[in-house]
Structures are given as C-alpha cells and as structure tokens.
C-alpha cells in the first residue's frame, strides 16, 4: 500500500510512535484537544494535521505536535500547495512543505485537486479546475514537482465543488484516474466530497464511486456537510466540516470499506470544533465499521458487483 | 452572424484570472462558463467560493485580533473585516502571518479618527502571534550573570530570543490590549498616556509586559549589540530614576536574551 512504507527517521527526529499509518480511524488534530487526547484511554489510529499549522519557527504548536508524535502515527494534509494553480507552484512552498515532513515523519502526505493561489494572493479557499487537457498535464507535472522534493508519493483528494466548468471535457473519475496513473500518486478519496459533488452536479455517489479507481487510494476523509438552495431552488450541498457525518456518507463508507478492506479513515470536523468526546464519538463509529469489514476482499470482483 | 466555435469555446473559458478577479467583489457578475446542472450561470453557487473565502479570511483576522474585536464589537468589527480582506488578501498560504497592514488600515479608516489608539492596539496583537510562533531558544538562567565577576558586568553583551520584540506607542495602547485581551475593563485607562512594553515568551506562553520608557531604551541598546553599561547609561539619560535591577530582573523573568557574554571574549566562551 502506498501508505505503508516507513521513511528512515533521521537522528534529529526520532518519535516514539510508528511511522506508518494502521488502517484505523483518526481525527483531525484540533490545538483545544491536546490535553484531552493525550490523556484520554481510548487511543485513536492517528492523527492528521495540515501542513500549514506547523510552518511555524517555533512554540507552542510545535510542543503540542511533538507530543503527539510521541503517541501517534500522523497525517500531514496540505491545504496551500495550489497543485491546480495555472502559474505553477511556490518553490518556497514545497520546501516548507518538506521541513514539516522531515520534521514529523508523518505515514501519509496528502493535498488537493484545486487551486488557492493566483497572482501572490491566497485565497484560504479550495478552488475548483476544469477537467481538461490542459489542466490535466499541469496537475501532472505540479505533483511531480512535489512528489521529487519529497521524495515519496503524495495522495491527491478529489474535490467538492458547487459548479461545474464548461469547458471540461472529461468526467472527474477520468479526470482523476489519469492523474493518479500518470503522476504515480495515490488518492485521498474524501467520501462526503463525493457525496456534495454528486448532489450539487446530479449524479450518482455510488457511480461516481463504482468509476473511482479505488486501488490507489490510500486514505479515506469523512465530514459533515451543510444544506442550501441554488438559484432554481435546488438542492446545493456545502462542504462545511463542521457537525457529524451524514448517514447517507457513511452508508457510502460502509460500501467502499466492503470492497476496499480496512483502510487509514479520518473524521475532518475543523469549523465549529465540538468538544473532544464528540468528535471522538464520530471516531469510534468508523472504528466499528473497519472493524467487521473483511481484511482481503477481493476488490475486482466486489468492485464490478457493486457497479449498478 | 453566430461566432465561430472556437471563439465561442474560448470565451467560456475560465481562467484563474477570471475567477480570481470576480471573486472577491459580491456586485460584479459570475464568470461565463461555471454553470450548475441546468446548464446556467448560477449566482449562488459562485456565491459558496465568494462566502467561504470572505468567512475564511474575515475569520483568520478575527481570530489574530480579538481586542480590537471587543473594542468595535463583533458586528463592526467584521463589516471592517470584510472591507480589509477585499483589498488585502493575504500573499501567503501561512495564515497565522496575516494582518500585517490592519493596523495601518484602521488608523486610515476615518470614522475610527477618534479613537487612534486601535493602530498600536493591532500592532501589539500582531506582534504577539509573531512572538506565539517565533523559534524557540532556552532563555538564560536567572542565576546567569552570577558567573561572572560583579566588576565585569558592565561589560556584558547579551544575544536575544528569537521571540522577544520591544514596541513604544503613543497612546495607552498596552493597558488597553491587556485589558481587552482579559476581558476586563477600560476604567482608569486614559488612552492619550503613551505607553512601552516588552513582548517575550519565556514559557510557551506569549507575554506582554508595560515597561517604563527608559527600559526601552535599556533593552534596546542591548538588543543593538551594545554592552550591559552602555545599556545602563543610554536608559539613565532617558530617566534618571531608572531602576537598573528592576530591569535586570524583567529580562530574567521574561526570557529576553538567549546568552551573555564578556565583549572581549572569544566567541563560544558564554556565561550560562
């Protein structure tokens, strides 16, 4: 698996946690939580923090990581590569990227399909590409560029978007599955995503999934998402991470797990944060269900069967 | 005349540059080209990314100055938000060093005229998150200068903690930070009192501290490079009455310098 090869850990950087990341649930590393997890019995999978928190020289939020380093495999999910960005990548950016990487020895690095910088301005948002040649060979070669740097492969997360571009000319699993196949990188398959994306553009989550190339994905992201109206009336799904995890998610949770096997599941809950036993509630409920799902489903067959 | 395909196709082309310049603006139009699935423009659904970048942004300035929030009041204080953030979009994904032109933007804000200590107040919260995320280094012992020989101190030089800052304002900014930051009251403050203070984190917690002007001075001309006698004289000629072991005891209690030193010495040979 893609997530499953342990990095030498310098000198400098020695943990007393694994590197790799079990196929167990984790949460989001909110700084208000750290005294609870830390003392807390219940002992998650791991946790996942994004990159750009811990960019930081120096403090508080450094300790805090540290510690739970100490006792947890990590995620490092960056939210300001702008892998889809049309004038190319920070350099500066990546080397941050990589000081937290070699800093922390997280088991997985994962970023998104978007864009957030345009012009030396960051918009603090994940926006939306069109699926086309052109965006296609340039996400490419932006996950080559940091794939080198780091030296190892990154997961790429599909996106939820709230509109979609007429140029495109591919559907977002093509899109997708060209990336991972000619970038050599896996995939963060965010499942609520899947479900915001197919309610706002009409299609079917579970044929979005039966399309999506499930054997490279190496972690799976759960969130709660809030519900609007577009201009007629419609029903528009926002990507809120801020409550519990609908039910229909997890049923498609439930069904992916089926054909996937156990796999690294992280409940993303980072707007409105609740207190930790809440979050953790969310947490165990994923648990319960890598619990029971069979260790080596025969994913090929499964995955053609569940295709309606 | 209908336009030929290919121009057709090239004006429903989105570019970054296109989205990125309607973005920030809720009175111009959507870009051509992002539809819903009814296959039209949709004001609402482009109206998700102007939100979440608006509520993003609003809300990392927010969260770096929670006393000029209290002092506005939330509802003012984020129609302001909304107003820096349009023009003022952060130049980096580190969000923790935004807000660094906020200040400047109140000060020029003219309803705010009557109340120009908001600048030095931004400043001071600015300052803080740069000391919460500034390097870490071991401060020196309390009982550092006691290596040396008591004829001798006068010519010590110190090196300074990454996070430890000085900032002089014109106005009682310091008193009203912490009291804002605390929740407390604004009795007994008169805001036109200018006042100094030293920013330090000897723990991993920020401190802001007012200190009397000639200690300003004092850690000033140490942070310079000058000696620990220099310091003394240049802060006694601002104030006679400055209290020189007051000040020594402020930079042993809040974590000022990482090392001291005899001028002369070889480097490496340091007093800790």
Redesign the interface.
Known sequence: MLNATPRPIPADHEYLAECSVPARAGAGLNGQHVDDILSDDYKMGFFEVHAENYMGEGGLPHQALTQIRNNFPITVHGVGLSIGSERGLDEDHIERLAKVVDRYQPGIVSEHLAWSTHDNHYYNDLLPVPYDQATLDRVVSHIGQVQDRLKRPILLENPSTYVAFEQSTMSETDFITEIARRAGCGLLLDINNVFVSATNHKYSPEKYLSEFPLGHVGEIHLAGHAEDKDDDGETLLIDAHDRPVADEVWKLYQDVVTQMGPIPTLIEWDNDVPEWHILRREVKIAEAILDVVPEHPLLGERHASAAE | MPARLSEL?DE??????T??SL?LDPELPCPK??????G?V?????S??RN??VV??TG?IADIFPAIQRLLGEEAFMSLARLFVADN????????QYGSGFAAFLEAFEPLKDYPYLGDVARIERLWLDC??????EPIAPDALSAFPPESLGDLVFEPH??ACLFSSQYAAVSIFSANRQGASMEGINPAAPEDCLIS?PD??VDVRHIPQAATVFFQTLFDGQTLGEAANAASSQDPEFDISMAISTMLEAGVFTSCKLINEEPGSTGQ
């Open positions: 196709s429903y082309n989105v570019t970054q540059d989205f990125s973005l080209g992002l539809v819903s699935p009814s039209k949709d004001v609402k659904r482009f998700v990314y979440n970048v993003g942004l990392a979009p952060p130049t980096s994904p580190l969000m923790f919460f995320h500034a390097a870490d280094a990454p996070a984190r991993a917690q």
